[in-house]
């Protein structure tokens, strides 16, 4: 096959993904709006998710096929430009969003993740569909300044940190979510799908303690780098400052966490403020800003 | 009222204390954050000066006062400086006397068990013997002290080592900021293919040395500029490859080298490495004047402004009477439309064609003002003419003649010297090991006291983080008789 032929191939496969993730979320729906019950007699609802086991079933292994189809298209277009493709923000966001899938994938092995299926297959779509719609670029080889092996190990660690902060957004935004409703009373049948409040705040924890060493390490080698390509370790540059940033939030939330015993609302707020931070960084200093991160392809 | 020593003394000593503590290092590390938000939205004069000229031309009031707070240096500014120079006081406080805390916390064995364990963590009472905790404790590795009814065992003593880490290489970080600051220096030069730079402060187009970089002391090597190769995609114009050629002296009588740099290849000089920072091309130009003699010969920098490198410069003949400027534009591959009208197509030298404006009268280089080697300031001149050359022509104006013989490729050269660089990288790589390991290790206390033939068990989990009273159950599981 010649590299256009990959490319062409990637651009199928993602199409397929977005379809599947499409089907996905609409089985995600079914099963939400079926898994309620109304009783015919008196009319009381109730949540009875035994009724939509296989809707779910359904859901699931669509999402994980999409998540197959995604992963191929990255490889293909990794094949067409012969390099990690990482090279502009087409490329950022479809692996962005291959991280994510995959990182709701793999912790739904060991959690039940499927009240998330819903949120997740939106937002991938949501990712996906700004990608082909606005961020699109043919396949090219990379600029000189990113011609370096420090591109696979930089950008990697930046991207897939950026995947997990996305999933613990997620939960933490359910978290507020169905605080506010627990404060007003008691779940209605829709909030009841979701865990306890307790396990939302510690999967959320969790997964930024996970990351929080991988984003530092995503920041150290960009500094490495940048002594290299730059001949500056640190110069302030708007997306040196704004990852700068990023760290200290997520730095802060785990001092709270950890020395202050901060916990539960508080906690999620400040993890979405942070998460905030870093597509901060992405979307705005990608697209409007300035300064030498501008691999964009914009 | 009280004697204003006394006062003033108790007074700094607060605000000393105030300073030191853990929490205003905290706060200022977020300010910090807070601090330089400024400079990722305004333009900065270190990094893109062009714009913060586009500032002030297209909203003059607006970026005066913008300026008089410093938002275009927000790096270098004053209060951006207060907080860095306040936070560096405030951790060498802070971690001097804590470090000392730490180095004695490692060693210490656990406090006796409070008097009322009911009010501490997990609190059980389980009908089992001391001598079966001791056991526990032991096998699970914790310290312990023993008094004759109660057991106070520790675990996690590894936090307050990466406590100690992180704030001693904190330190280090900074010292290694600072040494680069004061002992290093940056400059730039501009190298004509053909050309030779010698490492002396006369050949930089500009130099940065640190308060304590003296200038002798600059290496003495010196790089000869055999050859530069740059290739683009045809379609896009986008860089592929930038290939430089040179061949370097260490020192005056050491031997040949033949190097190649790329854009992440820098040369290495000790700690001093030269990097290819930019590129553009140099027309090469003779002037002469009326009689026909040359006043001018060779190649001038012109300045790239975009992808497809149309650039401007500025070809100046002081030495003609009168004097003689060519405001000028250079496009390798030139190309011409409607809208923009001349402009360049490609990055490469397809089709070569020098543009100017020729001045004549003072071009004002005597005033002591040092000028952009790019403009001619046209104040006090006349304009006598306007062309456009292709290689091997000339143009002969009012008092003499230009002839565009050809073009060269410059570079930019980025001299830098960095001495503090790796006790920074080291220093930093050694903090967040340190804070990682604060973060997550576990250190908790576990007591258990005799009372009434059986035992009361509780503990304190000294970092907030879970995972204690699964490990009391677990003990006690172990140790408690199933009686
Ligand atoms: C101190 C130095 C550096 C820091 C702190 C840094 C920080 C970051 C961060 C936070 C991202 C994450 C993605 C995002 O939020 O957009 C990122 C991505 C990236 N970095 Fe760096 N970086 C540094 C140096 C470099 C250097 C030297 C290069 C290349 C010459 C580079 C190339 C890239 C590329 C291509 C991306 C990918 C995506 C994007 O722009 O968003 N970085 N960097």
């Given at each position: 096959m010649s590299q256009s032929d990959w490319a062409y191939l990637s651009n199928d496969l993602i199409y397929v993904a977005l379809a599947l993730y499409a089907l996905s979320f609409l089985s995600y729906t079914y099963e939400t709006a079926f898994s309620i019950r109304a009783n015919k007699i008196s009319g009381d609802k109730h949540l009875d998710r035994s009724i939509t086991t296989k809707s779910r079933k359904v859901a699931s292994i669509v999402f994980l096929l999409a998540t197959a189809s995604l992963t191929l298209a990255v490889i293909a277009r990794g094949i067409s430009a012969e390099r990690i493709p990482l090279g502009n923000m087409y490329e950022y966001s479809i692996t962005g969003a291959m991280t994510f899938a995959l990182a709701y994938l793999i912790?739904?092995?060991?959690?039940?993740?499927?009240?998330?299926?819903?949120?997740?297959?939106?937002?991938?779509?949501?990712?996906?569909?700004?990608?082909?719609?606005?961020?699109?670029?043919?396949?090219?080889?990379?600029?000189?300044?990113?011609?370096?092996?420090?591109?696979?190990?930089?950008?990697?660690?930046?991207?897939?940190?950026?995947?997990?902060?996305?999933?613990?957004?997620?939960?933490?935004?359910?978290?507020?979510?169905?605080?506010?409703?627990?404060?007003?009373?008691?779940?209605?049948?829709?909030?009841?799908?979701?865990?306890?409040?307790?396990?939302?705040?510690?999967?959320?924890?969790?997964?930024?303690?996970?990351?929080?060493?991988?984003?530092?390490?995503?920041?150290?080698?960009?500094?490495?780098?940048?002594?290299?390509?730059?001949?500056?370790?640190?110069?302030?540059?708007p997306k040196e400052t704004w990852a700068f940033i990023t760290w200290i939030l997520y730095a802060s939330y785990l001092h709270a966490r950890v020395t202050a015993g901060w916990k539960g609302r508080k906690a999620a707020w400040l993890c979405l403020i942070a998460g905030s931070s870093y597509l901060f960084n992405y979307v705005y200093i990608n697209v409007w800003g300035s300064g030498r991160h501008t691999y964009s392809g914009l | 009222m009280s004697a204003p020593e006394l006062g003033t003394t108790s007074l700094l000593r607060y605000l000393w204390r105030q300073l030191t503590s853990m929490r205003t290092a905290l706060i200022l590390l977020l300010l910090l954050g807070i601090a330089s938000i400024p400079g990722s939205i305004f333009p900065q004069r270190t990094q893109s000066p062009l714009k913060v000229r586009q500032y002030f031309d297209d909203d003059p009031v607006g970026a005066k006062w913008l300026d008089r707070f410093y938002l275009f240096d927000v790096y270098g500014s004053p209060w951006f400086s207060a907080i860095y120079l306040l936070l560096f006081i405030s951790l060498v406080g802070c971690v001097l006397p804590r470090s000392f805390h730490y180095f004695k916390e490692i060693f210490k064995a656990p406090p006796e068990a409070p008097s009322l364990l009911k009010t501490m963590e997990g609190f059980q009472v389980i009908p089992t013997s001391l001598e079966k905790a001791d056991e526990w404790f032991k096998k699970n590795r914790f310290r312990i002290s023993r008094t004759a009814d109660s057991i106070a065992a520790e675990k996690g003593y590894l936090r307050e080592t990466g406590n100690l880490l992180f704030h001693l290489s904190l330190i280090v970080v900074l010292l290694g900021i600072a040494g680069s600051s004061v002992f290093g220096m940056r400059g730039e030069a501009i190298v004509n293919v053909g050309e030779r730079f010698i490492n002396t402060p006369t050949n930089y187009d500009n130099?940065?040395?640190?308060?304590?970089?003296?200038?002798?002391?600059?290496?003495?090597?010196?790089?000869?500029?055999?050859?530069?190769?740059?290739?683009?995609?045809?379609?896009?114009?986008?860089?592929?490859?930038?290939?430089?050629?040179?061949?370097?002296?260490e020192s005056p009588n050491s031997s040949e080298v033949n190097q190649i740099v790329k854009v992440n290849k820098p040369l290495t000089f000790g700690s001093t490495r030269v990097y290819l920072q930019a590129n553009g091309y140099s027309p090469l130009v003779t002037v002469r004047d009326s009689s026909g003699s040359v006043k001018f010969e060779g190649p001038v920098p012109f300045l790239p402004q975009d992808s497809n490198l149309s650039s401007i410069g500025a070809i100046k003949v002081p030495d003609m009477d009168p004097q003689v400027g060519f405001v000028s534009s250079f496009f390798p591959t030139a190309a011409r439309d409607e809208v923009r009208g001349g402009f360049s197509s490609f990055p490469e030298l397809l089709d070569p064609r020098l543009l100017f404006s020729v001045w004549k009268g003072?071009?004002?280089?005597?005033?002591?003002?040092?000028?952009?080697?790019?403009?001619?300031?046209?104040?006090?001149?006349?304009?006598?003419?306007?062309?456009?050359?292709?290689?091997?022509?000339?143009?002969?104006?009012?008092?003499?003649?230009?002839?565009?013989?050809?073009?060269?490729?410059?570079?930019?050269?980025?001299?830098?010297?960095d001495p503090g660089k790796q006790y920074a990288l080291i220093g930093s790589i050694l903090a967040i090991t340190g804070l990682l390991i604060s973060l997550f290790i576990r250190q908790r206390r576990i007591w258990v006291k005799e009372v009434g033939g059986k035992l009361e068990i509780a503990g304190l989990a000294l970092n907030k983080l879970p995972g204690l009273e699964d490990e009391i159950a677990k003990m006690i599981k172990e140790i408690g008789d199933q009686k």
């Open positions: 912790i739904g092995l060991k959690f039940d993740l499927s009240w998330l299926g819903l949120p997740s297959s939106i937002l991938i779509l949501l990712i996906l569909g700004t990608a082909i719609t606005l961020l699109y670029r043919p396949s090219a080889p990379l600029v000189p300044a990113l011609q370096s092996s420090w591109l696979v190990i930089h950008v990697s660690s930046a991207i897939l940190s950026g995947g997990i902060f996305l999933l613990s957004n997620t939960v933490a935004g359910a978290y507020l979510w169905l605080d506010r409703v627990e404060r007003k009373g008691v779940r209605g049948e829709f909030a009841k799908r979701f865990p306890s409040l307790e396990s939302l705040d510690q999967l959320s924890y969790r997964l930024v303690a996970f990351v929080f060493p991988l984003w530092t390490f995503a920041v150290i080698s960009g500094a490495i780098w940048a002594e290299a390509a730059w001949g500056r370790y640190w110069g302030w540059d | 130099l940065t040395p640190g308060r304590f970089f003296s200038l002798e002391s600059l290496p003495t090597f010196t790089i000869r500029v055999n050859n530069f190769s740059a290739s683009y995609d045809e379609k896009t114009s986008q860089a592929l490859d930038y290939k430089l050629n040179v061949t370097t002296k003072d071009l004002n280089m005597d005033d002591g003002v040092p000028q952009s080697i790019y403009r001619i300031d046209t104040n006090d001149m006349e304009r006598i003419g306007l062309w456009a050359l292709s290689i091997g022509e000339s143009y002969s104006f009012e008092v003499g003649s230009i002839t565009f013989n050809g073009v060269v490729p410059w570079v930019n050269l980025q001299v830098v010297r």
